[in-house]
């Protein structure tokens, strides 16, 4: 019962890529299958021919009176010579096959992992947080390197590998005798069955070390992305046991794998040797009673050791499929992960007017049993800024998941000038709001590409121009590379306050008319946060900005302070008129004050 499963995925998988050698379409693609095949017949052929040159060069050699007249007629050195420019073009056919094909395979796993990496970034942010990036990258990896291999064995192994034993059974029957046609048979059979069994069990093994090879490349990158945090621990060692464990398993699959493989290897090679001795004992029988002649006998040993080849790359091609389906069953079934934030079918972008965002009763929780947010109505006009404050928990920071649509809600309504963010494209959401996080991650690549990322369109003067908004500028030239500096795996060459600049930088460029500053200055020094808050000020002008925050002094001047608690608006009002209240802001505003906004205490963002 349990291979059903696993027979299904592989015909499933199997459905997916077929139609990469026939696409709708594309009559290059159908040319190159079409003209690899025709090189695929005429190599065959060929090749079947080869043997009974091999014996007309004997019997001619051996000055034996029977077989093909016309062989016979050619004398011995022209059979040779025939016999080696039909090995040599037996061969060439099967070279220009492999070259035709050669971009069939290509483009299909070109296009394969393109749909892999768009469908990932598909994906919600639930499934982002929770994925682990070291086992997804070699999934990706794994999946989309068997493309190429089970395309091209589907079209040019299992098919002409039949037809090629066929043939070979035929002529046995039709020149030999029928006993030798049936040796072959039984011999066939016996060595694909073998080969069946032994490799459903090494696949089974080969899944096992896999999973542990996915484990050990998960802890050795989480490892490596988190390498300050090792050093701060001084866990080193332990986390060289973690990766050495999950190796020692790896380690315990892979050498069953190769046992398993000599077990294999020696059953093929003991029925394979057992089927040639059988029919080499009954050609030289036929030599000895005069039935035939040696190169008959050199004939026949010629078609079992061409056999003998197909049939030991069966076991090598029925192995890597197998493999090639339980990669590429991953890959799919990563694939089939559902999106779970989608455009609606036909929904239009967002017309941004003045930029009024309203939440309307809005309802959310990571998960059913918890919710977070209960009920939330807030409305922010059009240029009018925005900040969000509360403890831990609250939920400030699931608004801005929210407003950006990472998540949709599941009670309520977010609207932009009076549009549903669920009734419009995600793509016109993205392009309208502008995000700044607490944490600003940078790509591995040059401070000039960070900066224009938030526009890639916009000239060097506009990102320069952003880069003196976000007041880093004045560092960036001091730099010995300047704008091409690298800025390193995550922006690790970078400090904090540098990566935030450039964060802030890369959202000026982009220009949007909302913006979502979630702890924009976390980062910053007290000097450099007031000099960042003129900058986000004026940025601010004439766009709707939300600004979550902890330090309650970025946001005093704030048109409206909006408190959360527990999922729900508690207070809300200018800073002065809050503090007259006495309430909850108040109270945190003291608190602040007392710790010299050091930043510390249970009004952390959530």
Same mark, same amino acid.
Do not use: C
């Given at each position: ?12 998988t ?23 095949l ?20 004997v019997d ?5 009176q029977?077989?093909d ?8 050195i ?37 749909e ?5 970034h598909?994906?919600?942010?639930r499934?982002?947080?929770? !994925?682990?990036?070291g ?6 990896e ?18 002409p590998?039949?037809?090629e ?7 046995f ?14 011999t066939i059979w016996?060595?694909?069955?073998f ?11 080969r899944?096992?070390?896999?999973d542990?090879?996915t ?5 050795a ?9 090792v050093k ?7 986390e060289?046991q !973690?990766?050495?464990?999950? $190796?020692?398993?790896y380690?315990?699959?892979?050498v ?8 294999l290897?020696f059953?093929?090679s ?18 000895q ?7 008959d ?7 079992? $050791? ?5 049939l ?6 029925y192995?890597?499929?197998?493999q ?13 992960q ?17 930029a ?9 929780g ?9 009920g939330v109505?807030l ?12 403890p ?8 801005g998941?929210?407003?950006?649509r ?14 549903d963010l669920?009734?419009?494209?995600l793509?016109?959401?993205h392009?309208?709001i502008?995000?700044?996080p ?14 224009a990322?938030g ?13 003196r908004?976000?007041k ?13 500096t ?10 904090g ?7 802030i ?7 949007p ?23 986000? !000020?004026? $940025? ?10 902890? !330090? ?11 408190v959360?608690?527990a999922g729900?608006?508690?207070?809300q ?10 309430g909850?802001?108040?109270? $945190?505003?003291a ?15 959530a």
């Amino acid at each position: 019962m349990a291979d059903k499963p696993a027979r299904a995925s592989g015909i499933r998988t199997m459905r997916r890529v077929a139609p990469y050698l026939w696409p709708e379409g594309q009559t290059w693609v159908k040319r190159r299958v079409v003209l690899a095949l025709m090189a695929l017949v005429l190599g065959k052929v060929i090749s079947i021919l080869i043997p009974f040159l091999y014996k007309g060069a004997v019997d001619s050699l051996a000055g034996e009176q029977r077989g093909d007249g016309a062989l016979l007629a050619i004398g011995a050195i022209g059979v040779t010579v025939a016999y080696g420019v039909a090995r040599l073009a037996s061969v060439g056919f099967g070279e220009l096959r492999d070259a035709i094909f050669v971009r069939v395979g290509q483009r299909a796993l070109r296009q394969l992992a393109l749909e892999t990496f768009t469908h990932i970034h598909a994906l919600s942010l639930r499934y982002h947080i929770t !994925r682990k990036t070291g086992g997804l990258s070699r999934i990706i990896e794994r999946g989309v390197k068997g493309v190429d291999f089970l395309l091209r064995f589907m079209l040019f192994s299992v098919g002409p590998l039949i037809l090629e034993l066929a043939m070979v059974a035929i002529i046995f029957a039709v020149v030999f005798d029928v006993w030798y046609m049936a040796v072959v048979v039984v011999t066939i059979w016996a060595y694909v069955t073998f080969t069946f069994k032994v490799t459903e069990w090494r696949v089974k093994i080969r899944r096992q070390m896999n999973d542990q090879d996915t484990d050990a490349n998960q802890k050795a990158i989480d490892s490596l992305l988190n390498y300050e945090t090792v050093k701060y621990f001084g866990a080193e060692a332990r986390e060289a046991q !973690r990766y050495d464990a999950a $190796m020692q398993g790896y380690e315990g699959a892979a050498v069953k794998t190769g046992q398993s493989l000599a077990v294999l290897n020696f059953g093929q090679s003991l029925i394979i040797t057992t089927g040639l001795v059988i029919v080499m004992v009954m050609a030289a029988m036929g030599v000895q009673s005069g039935a035939l002649t040696v190169g008959d006998f050199v004939m026949v040993n010629a078609y079992m $050791m061409q056999i003998t080849m197909p049939l030991g790359f069966l076991g090598t091609v029925y192995r890597e499929i197998r493999q090639a389906l339980v990669d590429m069953g991953e890959m799919f079934d990563l694939l089939g992960q559902p999106a779970e934030v989608t455009d609606k079918p036909g929904a239009p972008a967002l017309k941004v007017a003045g930029a009024t965002l309203e939440l309307d009763g809005v309802m959310f929780g990571y998960d059913a049993t918890r919710p977070i947010l209960k009920g939330v109505s807030l409305t922010v006009p059009a240029g009018q800024t925005v900040a969000i404050v509360g403890p831990s928990g609250s939920g400030k920071s699931t608004i801005g998941r929210l407003l950006f649509r990472f998540y949709d809600v599941t009670g309520g309504a977010i609207r932009i000038d009076g549009q549903d963010l669920r009734d419009v494209t995600l793509q016109s959401v993205h392009d309208a709001i502008g995000v700044v996080p607490q944490d600003t991650v940078l790509f591995n690549d040059t401070v000039y590409y960070n900066i224009a990322y938030g526009r890639p369109s916009a000239s060097r003067a506009e990102v320069e121009a952003a880069a003196r908004g976000a007041k880093i500028h004045d560092f960036i030239v001091s730099l010995p590379e300047g704008y091409e500096t690298t800025v390193g795996e995550r922006g690790l060459k970078l400090s904090g306050g540098e990566k935030q600049r450039v964060g802030i930088a890369r959202t000026l460029l982009k220009n949007p008319p909302i913006l979502l500053l979630d702890e924009a200055t976390s980062a910053l020094d007290t000097q450099t946060e007031r000099d960042i808050q003129d900058s986000l !000020r004026a $940025m601010g002008e004439g766009r709707t900005v939300i600004t979550i925050a902890h !330090r309650l002094s970025t946001i005093a001047d704030a048109d409206r302070i909006v408190v959360l608690e527990a999922g729900q608006i508690v207070e809300q009002g200018k800073h002065d008129d809050l503090l007259a209240a006495g309430g909850r802001y108040a109270a $945190m505003w003291a608190r602040q004050s007392a710790e010299g906004e050091d930043g510390e205490g249970e009004d952390e963002a959530a």
